[in-house]
């Protein structure tokens, strides 16, 4: 398990609300934690398997895609603060993210 | 103008489920030329290398993708990409697609059929055109992918 420190904790996000503000053709100043990924910035699942792609270089990660599949159904991501807080449980938990009490 | 499809399911078996996805080719433009391990949980290596010798690499990709996440609706249930492969064909008779043995194991009782509505009318030179997402102008740069997943008896 990754300990996540408040550097690694403000590169996520910084790096998540990059990400949708350059995919999204937005800026990050109109993207807050509440805004949702598929009804305000039309999102999908391919732009999340793109983000996680950078996730898993950065932090050399493996997290089996089913994993991540189960972790979804039970807690979706539908706004810029799930993805954060998502990417930063992958980060430090890596495939045990499954197992984690939600 | 609209767009209009339609597809026919004829089976003499139960179909228990059904997936659709649709992507535009160009969102995976990005990945034509990188590195050989670009989104290892989504691709195989098999794959990419099939692909990558593919007129428009892309194409093959979106394919692929499109069908993996069809395959994921069909199923319900979330599973490694890799465990599907799609390898695609401008013939559609030439297409192939496989599943693992692990993926099959958690679905003996299933068959399955892969439906691809490629870009017939895409070119080279049509590519990087976003100004193409009217209703008569969508699927020219998309491929969508329709999975039936059958129970055999």
Redesign the interface.
């Known amino acids: 398990m990754a300990e996540i420190d408040q550097k690694i904790n403000d590169d996520i996000k910084g790096l998540v609300y990059e990400f949708f503000a350059d995919e999204c053709d937005t800026t990050i100043a109109k993207l807050t934690d509440s805004t949702n990924i598929i009804e305000e910035l039309e999102g999908d699942s391919l732009m999340l398997l793109s983000l996680l792609e950078i996730v898993r270089k950065k932090y050399s990660l493996k997290i089996e895609l089913k994993t991540l599949g189960k972790h979804l159904m039970k807690k979706p991501a539908k706004t810029i603060g799930d993805v954060v807080t998502l990417t930063l449980k992958i980060v430090k938990h890596g495939d045990n993210i499954v197992n984690l009490d939600m | 103008m609209t767009t209009s499809l339609t597809w026919t399911c004829n089976s003499c078996v139960p179909c228990v489920g059904c997936g659709i996805d649709s992507?535009h080719i160009d969102?995976f433009v990005q990945w034509e030329n990188s590195k050989p391990d670009?989104?290892?949980?989504?691709f195989t290596k098999s794959e990419k290398s099939y692909c990558k010798k593919l007129s428009i690499p892309a194409v093959g990709l979106c394919a692929a993708?499109c069908t993996k996440?069809a395959l994921?609706k069909a199923l319900h249930?979330?599973?490694?990409?890799?465990d599907c492969e799609f390898f695609y064909s401008d013939d559609p008779k030439k297409c192939r697609f496989n599943i693992s043995e692990d993926l099959a194991a958690l679905f003996p009782d299933l068959s399955y059929t892969v439906k691809i509505l490629s870009p017939v009318v895409l070119h080279k030179k049509s590519r990087g055109n976003g100004n193409v997402d009217t209703k008569a102008g969508w699927i020219k740069n998309h491929v969508t992918a329709i999975v039936h997943a059958f129970e055999t008896l």
């Open positions: 992507e969102r670009f989104l290892p949980f989504v993708f996440e994921r249930n979330p599973y490694n990409f890799t």
